[in-house]
């Protein structure tokens, strides 16, 4: 996550950012941008509009990442099994 261009009342980027991996571990690139777009609405919608900890806080209660378990595991056994495997463009 990259806060330095968000109007922000989180302090400590680095210590908010290493809780928030620990919450986010089923999630995808496009689950995390998600999160932050509507942590960013909500505090769009108070009148000094900058983003704080308890903003993705709420946004999390009712969060639900893409990936579970299952999905983690079939990509992580697809990685091991295909060491040697380089993708052309």
Do not use: W
């Amino acid at each position: 996550m990259n806060l330095q261009k968000v109007p922000s009342k989180i302090t400590n980027n680095s210590e908010f950012i290493s809780k928030m991996s620990q919450k986010l571990s089923f999630c995808t690139g496009a689950d995390i941008r998600n999160l932050c777009n509507q942590a960013g609405l909500l505090a769009f919608q108070r009148e000094n509009g900058e983003v704080t900890q308890e903003d993705f806080e709420v946004v999390l209660h009712s969060f639900k990442p893409s990936l579970n378990q299952k999905q983690v595991q079939y990509y992580i056994d697809y990685m091991q099994r295909n060491a040697n495997f380089k993708f052309v463009f």
